[in-house]
């Protein structure tokens, strides 16, 4: 609590100080504005250029002539609007001389000198908060990868480069501070440009849950993938819609005119379309972080120095014997321990782990126990659980068992590849340190254990989410004001 503490109020110092740097920036630098003009017949010098304005607000500072380019520098004399035209010129300029001094060009808050401090202080804010993320993020994932507060970080750090990134661009555009409000509002717009990309990605989710459902049955949990295809596909394009349906729509237009400039409405059209497309970039990065954590724990092999393996259970035939699904996680058990057994020479005890369901003949643990046995595994070289009823009851009596046969050992487990994440989870909230290792399993139930796990992940850290998409939610609603009081 004190660190979140101390965090949040470096960062509301920090963002005042680099606001009231910006200013002082831009107040001293931005008394004096230069503005080129390209000329159709350049002079012999120039003086020779004239130069005409509407009105006397202006002071010059100093000219110079670079072959068909011609530079001027003023500063204002008093507020308003000024606009300049010279003899044989492309095109005229206006300029803004405003109350405090500092003049912009073309627009209220156009270009203006020392406006790169916008785009540096911004790029320094940014670059603080992803450095103090990825701090605690390397923090928690050394204490343990298995946390969902880790893929909340990840998420957020996907989210935070791209900003930067995105601003980094600004700062070499030398983007004006118009522009800079609003692409700090239009954020979540690069959801627009992954449309093809999460249209593809969601039909073949879709795809792959169908067979899912046609395989396994039909549940909500076998219908994640097709929910999260639909939400995918509509979240982006029903903005688009929206914004298309408010600018053509005729039956609309009397009412809500989303063309006129000083119209409220407008900005309010802009603050949701926007606003949408945030959410939604905001839930794609969230649900590839989920996906970066379940490959990656999913591949971890465990360090050679375990002293037992749980096996977790899950159904068997009717026969007593073991499923496909459940016999590949007994199998990655024996190969982790003839691994471990060429790589270090320590032996390990299996610890078969699963309850007696109302419809099995014999609980999972007997089952995986008499496969072991098959295998040519020693007898006393198995200890069951045959107690537990789901997975954080595997891992719960799986190391009480360790630890009357071996106290004080080391314990991995041994489930299937998209199961490890969430088993890796319920050992770390029990205080239980335990690595997994993953068993092969058919693709389509990958999809959606993706989905699972990005539910659960949200879920865990409901509170933190809310925090930072409020956030958003109020710097965007801020955002959008300014830019409509800048144009009115």
């Known amino acids: 609590m004190k660190t979140r503490r101390r965090f949040v109020i470096t960062a509301v110092l920090l963002a005042l100080a680099l606001a009231a740097v910006s200013v002082a920036v831009i107040l001293i630098s931005g008394r004096t504005i230069t503005c080129n003009f390209r000329l159709l017949e350049p002079p012999a010098s120039a003086e020779d250029v004239v130069v005409v304005m509407d009105k006397p607000n202006l002071e010059e500072v100093s000219r110079r002539l670079e072959g068909d380019q011609f530079y001027v520098t003023y500063r204002g004399t008093a507020v308003g609007t000024v606009y300049l035209a010279i003899e044989k010129s492309v095109s005229g300029r206006v300029l803004y001389i405003h109350k405090t001094g500092f003049l912009t060009e073309n627009t209220f808050l156009g270009p203006t000198n020392g406006d790169w401090i916008i785009h540096v202080s911004i790029l320094i804010y940014l670059v603080f908060l992803f450095a103090v993320l990825l701090r605690a993020y390397r923090r928690n994932v050394k204490e343990s990868i298995y946390q969902y507060r880790n893929i ?10 791209s900003l930067i990134i995105r601003h980094v661009n600004y700062l070499l555009q030398r983007g004006s501070m118009e522009s800079t409000i609003s692409g700090l509002i239009s954020s979540g717009t690069y959801a627009v440009l992954s ?8 039909v073949l989710v879709m795809i792959s849950n169908i067979k899912l459902v046609r395989k396994e049955g039909k549940s909500i949990r076998n219908m994640l993938g097709l929910i999260l295809g639909m939400v995918l596909s509509f979240g982006i394009i029903i903005p688009v819609q929206i914004g298309e349906l408010l600018q053509t729509s005729s039956w609309i237009l009397p009412y809500i005119d989303v ?3 000083n119209g409220i409405a407008l900005y309010i059209e802009i603050f949701l379309e926007q606003m949408s497309f945030t959410l939604v970039t905001y839930g794609e990065l969230l649900l590839i972080s ?6 990656r724990v999913a591949r971890h092999i465990p360090s050679f120095d375990k002293d037992a393996i749980a096996i977790l259970g899950c159904q068997i035939r009717d026969d007593g014997t073991l499923t496909k699904l459940l016999q590949s996680r007994v199998d990655r058990a024996l190969e982790f321990a003839r691994m471990q057994k060429e790589a270090a020479g320590k032996d390990i005890l299996f610890i078969p782990s699963g309850g007696k369901g109302g419809d099995e003949p014999v609980s999972e643990a007997e089952a995986m126990r008499n496969y072991l046995l098959e295998q040519g595994v020693p007898e006393e070289k198995i200890a069951m659980d045959d107690k537990s009823a789901d997975t954080f009851e ?4 799986s190391h009480r068992v360790m630890e009357e046969r071996i106290p004080g050992g080391k314990m991995a487990f041994s489930t299937t590849n998209y199961h490890v994440l969430r088993a890796g989870i319920y050992a770390h909230n029990q205080g239980i340190s335990a690595e997994g290792i993953g068993a092969p399993t058919k693709a389509y139930f990958w999809i959606n254990a993706f989905i699972r796990e990005f539910i659960a992940a949200f879920d865990a850290n409901l509170k933190g989410h809310l925090i930072v998409l409020s956030g958003i939610t109020i710097v965007t609603a801020g955002l959008t004001v300014l830019y409509y009081l800048i144009n009115n």
């Open 195 to 202: 449309l093809p990309l999460v249209l593809i990605v969601s």
């Open 152 to 161: 909340t970080y990840f998420g957020i750090l996907l989210y935070l480069a």
């Open 290 to 295: 989920t996906i970066v954590f379940a490959l």
């Open 259 to 261: 063309h006129n400039m």
């Open 394 to 397: 595997n891992i719960e009596f």
